[in-house]
């Protein structure tokens, strides 16, 4: 547990900002996580049932008390079943953002979108190939109707599969018929999970976990992928581009916006109106120099990754970075936003906007945005960031900007390598390149802010291992000054010879929670072309500072893709050694990967590397031992 006495952050900014914010007598959540404690042992190990009102229910984990809930369910039970809870709940909201998307999609082919248009034709084809919608003599936006009515069908019930698990290799796809757990529908299997898991219907913990790896598959390869392919469709394909994050990224002199959450819809529509004349004109008039948009968390990444715009932070810098008093605006959407915030911006003279009808807050300011006002609301509101700029009082911007690049979509690193993987397996098959891995997920004030981002980040590049990011992690390695093409000086020997020769840094930021997919899609294409399946390949996931229910989900449908994931911190499954087994030995003789938790950085460093070498000499590569 982090000492609550030390920096509560890594980072130069986010200790400058707290002490601001301690010094101004504000509240965040590192006082509301100490109030907390000791917070409760039964819910920690996965042991309290509230899903029945016979409970609420708690079985005692020495044995003395109660075994068993009111109805009759042991700690397997509860466990397996709290565990399958967490997952469903993290597919349905990824998988219900990539549902917004495709209800844009829909809204643009029937012109009801005004603002937002087709982007990537050329993606929108290879998409509607793979939905097998005929493209041959039809209008883009035709095209675009028909694939976003294939996509729904994704939503419901199919006969056999969700349509993009296509793209996993034959292996893969086979092994999960085997296994039954090939994801039928996106809806459909986190409806199934809920049912399942109501009073009285699955009681098997074993049969529990399989519909949790089915569910989280509907994700990985169902909504989530959807989320990032029609978003691509509708605001362009990432490409590499500079940009700079921490609080630094605020500008004193210019009117300051911050777009927070995980939908680009409405960040896409902010961004344009940021850009436009009229309103720039009106800053100019208020005495600002510009309008300067940042981001945060994921709504953060997909601006970035598409436009270079500016990082202010991730989620734990998400109450601080309203401590500088210089954002004039904060604009919402859903997941990850804290109900703190207004409390925090009611400080300053900050103005909270909600945007979505699904997601209100206390404090808050609501203007809904939908596909057929985005538009006009981004105006209005932006308008409104701009009025309010004369307001400001003291303020407080720490540290200068950190250069970074993002923007590594499958694309831009296949582009970047030649058009094909073969130079990246080249490397891998001399041992220049060991592996690689993926480092996801949040921030957790469990944990000192980015700490063990940074050092598990660092610890892989150091030993040759090419490190791929997203979400808050992404956010962290960039502060950390790891996205630079000039940080390949810390990678090993082989990786700086190739980051060097490529112009690219040693972590590559593939941008959002959603965008986790394309880690999928780029393990694909090289298993794929070594001919094996994800399993056999010297990779691994990691998510050192994870918190929330979509992180589950992540972690869950990368082990049943073949991915074996490190989590930082243990989740809430300790109360039962069956579930515990499963999940970190068992599941390697069912989908060739496990879970494997290690709260210390440096140990996790040693724990993935050995288990990448044990991969590369399975394959009959060299390995090395490592200490
Ligand atoms: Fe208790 Fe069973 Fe109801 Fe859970 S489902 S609250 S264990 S009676
Ligand atoms: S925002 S899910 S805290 S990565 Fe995607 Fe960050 Fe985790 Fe939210």
């Given at each position: 547990m982090f000492d609550p006495k030390a920096n509560v952050s890594v980072t130069e900014d986010g200790n400058r900002l707290y002490a601001r914010a301690r010094q101004e007598n504000i509240e965040t959540v590192w006082e509301r996580h100490q109030a907390q404690q000791p917070q409760c042992g039964f819910c920690d190990m996965g042991l309290s049932c509230r899903i029945c009102i016979m409970g609420p229910c708690r079985i005692d984990p020495f044995g003395e008390?109660?075994?068993?809930?009111?109805?009759?369910?042991?700690a397997d039970i509860v466990v397996a079943r709290n565990l399958c809870r967490m997952i469903a709940a993290g597919a349905a909201s990824h998988s219900d953002h990539g549902r917004d998307l495709v209800e844009v999609l829909a809204k643009v082919a029937r012109g009801?979108?005004?603002?937002?248009?087709?982007?990537?034709e050329a993606k929108l084809k290879r998409l509607a190939a793979e939905y097998g919608v005929a493209v041959e003599g039809k209008e883009v936006l035709q095209i675009a109707g028909a694939l976003a009515d294939a996509m729904m069908e994704d939503y419901g019930m199919r006969r056999k599969a969700v349509q993009l698990v296509d793209r996993a290799p034959k292996k893969r796809r086979e092994l999960w018929e085997k296994v039954g757990i090939t994801p039928r529908g996106i809806d459909r299997e986190t409806s199934e999970m809920m049912h399942r898991t109501h009073m009285g219907v699955d009681n098997g913990w074993v049969s529990l976990l399989l519909q949790g790896m089915r569910n989280a598959l509907s994700d990985g390869w169902g909504g989530s992928m959807i989320a990032t392919e029609v978003s691509d469709i509708l605001f362009g394909v990432p490409t590499p581009r500079a940009t700079q994050v921490n609080a630094?990224?605020?500008?004193?002199d210019q009117v300051n916006i911050a777009v927070h959450g995980h939908n680009p819809v409405v960040s896409e529509m902010i961004s344009k109106a940021c850009m436009s004349k009229e309103l720039l004109d009106l800053a100019k008039q208020k005495g600002a120099q510009g309008i300067n948009l940042v981001g945060l968390c994921c709504t953060g990444n997909e601006v970035l990754m598409r436009r270079g715009i500016a990082m202010a932070g991730n989620h734990l810098m998400t109450e601080l970075i309203l401590t500088t008093g210089a954002v004039d605006m904060m604009i919402v959407d859903y997941q990850c936003i804290m109900p703190s915030l207004a409390k925090v911006a009611a400080c300053y003279h900050t103005k909270m906007i909600s945007t979505s009808d699904k997601a209100h807050f206390p404090g808050m300011e609501h203007h809904e945005f939908h596909p057929h006002n985005a538009e006009e609301k981004a105006m209005a509101v932006v308008r409104a960031a701009v009025e309010n700029f004369s307001k400001r009082r003291d303020v407080y911007i720490p540290g200068k900007p950190q250069a970074a690049v993002g923007g590594f979509s499958v694309e831009a690193i296949l582009g970047a390598l030649g058009g094909t993987a073969a130079p990246l397996l080249d490397a891998v098959k001399a041992g220049r390149i060991r592996g690689a891995v993926g480092i996801v997920g949040c921030n957790n004030p469990k944990i000192q802010h980015d700490q063990n981002h940074r050092v598990l980040t660092r610890r892989l590049i150091e030993n040759d291992i090419l490190v791929v990011d997203t979400g808050c992690v992404a956010v962290a390695n960039a502060k950390a000054g790891f996205?630079?093409?000039?940080?390949?000086?810390?990678?090993?020997p082989g990786l700086k010879a190739i980051c060097q020769a490529l112009k690219i840094p040693p972590v590559l930021h593939m941008g959002s929670c959603v965008d986790n997919v394309r880690i999928l899609v780029l393990l694909s294409a090289l298993a794929d072309a070594l001919g094996v399946d994800i399993s056999d390949l010297p990779v691994a996931g990691s998510a050192p500072e994870w918190y929330s229910e979509k992180a589950v989900t992540i972690g869950v449908y990368f082990v049943a893709s073949g991915v074996t994931t490190h989590l930082g911190p243990m989740p809430p499954i300790a109360g039962s050694m069956n579930v515990v087994n499963l999940l970190t030995q068992g599941l390697n003789d069912v989908v060739g990967a496990t879970f494997a938790v290690e709260p210390d950085p440096e140990k996790a460093a040693l724990f993935i590397r050995r288990h990448i070498e044990a991969k590369r000499k399975a394959l009959g590569l060299d390995a090395r031992e490592v200490m």
């Amino acid at each position: 547990m982090f000492d609550p006495k030390a920096n509560v952050s890594v980072t130069e900014d986010g200790n400058r900002l707290y002490a601001r914010a301690r010094q101004e007598n504000i509240e965040t959540v590192w006082e509301r996580h100490q109030a907390q404690q000791p917070q409760c042992g039964f819910c920690d190990m996965g042991l309290s049932c509230r899903i029945c009102i016979m409970g609420p229910c708690r079985i005692d984990p020495f044995g003395e008390g109660p075994q068993t809930g009111v109805c009759g369910a042991d700690a397997d039970i509860v466990v397996a079943r709290n565990l399958c809870r967490m997952i469903a709940a993290g597919a349905a909201s990824h998988s219900d953002h990539g549902r917004d998307l495709v209800e844009v999609l829909a809204k643009v082919a029937r012109g009801q979108a005004p603002g937002y248009k087709i982007r990537d034709e050329a993606k929108l084809k290879r998409l509607a190939a793979e939905y097998g919608v005929a493209v041959e003599g039809k209008e883009v936006l035709q095209i675009a109707g028909a694939l976003a009515d294939a996509m729904m069908e994704d939503y419901g019930m199919r006969r056999k599969a969700v349509q993009l698990v296509d793209r996993a290799p034959k292996k893969r796809r086979e092994l999960w018929e085997k296994v039954g757990i090939t994801p039928r529908g996106i809806d459909r299997e986190t409806s199934e999970m809920m049912h399942r898991t109501h009073m009285g219907v699955d009681n098997g913990w074993v049969s529990l976990l399989l519909q949790g790896m089915r569910n989280a598959l509907s994700d990985g390869w169902g909504g989530s992928m959807i989320a990032t392919e029609v978003s691509d469709i509708l605001f362009g394909v990432p490409t590499p581009r500079a940009t700079q994050v921490n609080a630094g990224v605020l500008k004193a002199d210019q009117v300051n916006i911050a777009v927070h959450g995980h939908n680009p819809v409405v960040s896409e529509m902010i961004s344009k109106a940021c850009m436009s004349k009229e309103l720039l004109d009106l800053a100019k008039q208020k005495g600002a120099q510009g309008i300067n948009l940042v981001g945060l968390c994921c709504t953060g990444n997909e601006v970035l990754m598409r436009r270079g715009i500016a990082m202010a932070g991730n989620h734990l810098m998400t109450e601080l970075i309203l401590t500088t008093g210089a954002v004039d605006m904060m604009i919402v959407d859903y997941q990850c936003i804290m109900p703190s915030l207004a409390k925090v911006a009611a400080c300053y003279h900050t103005k909270m906007i909600s945007t979505s009808d699904k997601a209100h807050f206390p404090g808050m300011e609501h203007h809904e945005f939908h596909p057929h006002n985005a538009e006009e609301k981004a105006m209005a509101v932006v308008r409104a960031a701009v009025e309010n700029f004369s307001k400001r009082r003291d303020v407080y911007i720490p540290g200068k900007p950190q250069a970074a690049v993002g923007g590594f979509s499958v694309e831009a690193i296949l582009g970047a390598l030649g058009g094909t993987a073969a130079p990246l397996l080249d490397a891998v098959k001399a041992g220049r390149i060991r592996g690689a891995v993926g480092i996801v997920g949040c921030n957790n004030p469990k944990i000192q802010h980015d700490q063990n981002h940074r050092v598990l980040t660092r610890r892989l590049i150091e030993n040759d291992i090419l490190v791929v990011d997203t979400g808050c992690v992404a956010v962290a390695n960039a502060k950390a000054g790891f996205k630079v093409p000039e940080a390949a000086e810390l990678a090993g020997p082989g990786l700086k010879a190739i980051c060097q020769a490529l112009k690219i840094p040693p972590v590559l930021h593939m941008g959002s929670c959603v965008d986790n997919v394309r880690i999928l899609v780029l393990l694909s294409a090289l298993a794929d072309a070594l001919g094996v399946d994800i399993s056999d390949l010297p990779v691994a996931g990691s998510a050192p500072e994870w918190y929330s229910e979509k992180a589950v989900t992540i972690g869950v449908y990368f082990v049943a893709s073949g991915v074996t994931t490190h989590l930082g911190p243990m989740p809430p499954i300790a109360g039962s050694m069956n579930v515990v087994n499963l999940l970190t030995q068992g599941l390697n003789d069912v989908v060739g990967a496990t879970f494997a938790v290690e709260p210390d950085p440096e140990k996790a460093a040693l724990f993935i590397r050995r288990h990448i070498e044990a991969k590369r000499k399975a394959l009959g590569l060299d390995a090395r031992e490592v200490m």
